[in-house]
């Protein structure tokens, strides 16, 4: 039986609840998933959410708005290439970003990064990009 935990947590933009609700309460019909959304209670008017845990529906870390949302994104994108091009197992990247970064295993996940982090991983993976290149 998975235990459903219920968790509280608050918009840090406005400080309202976030409730869990489905993918398609912000996404609509374009929704590609059944998933779930921790969502503020003052969306729309406040455009704060993030995606839950498959299983347990426990969040994948703080709430996010459009910018950081977006700033998420790059910042995954740049540290996926760090492992999805062979160069590290994707364990190793995530020790990687920790050393970089001066991160707990607990703190080192993008859903969790403000924009201040996310920056920072994106210069760390671009650094680490050029040195590869100016070895190759
Ligand atoms: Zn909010």
Redesign the pocket.
Known sequence: MIFLKKVQIR?P????KATLRPSSAVYGDAAKTDGFLYV????PK?D?YVAAHRKSRLPMGT?ANGDLRHKRIEAHKAFDWMWKSGLMSKRQAYKWMQAKLGLSEEQAHIAKFGEYMCGQLIDACAQAYDNIRAAA
Request: charged content about 15%; overall charge neutral; some cysteine.
């Open positions: 918009c933009y406005c400080g309202a503020c209670d003052r969306y406040c704060a709430l």
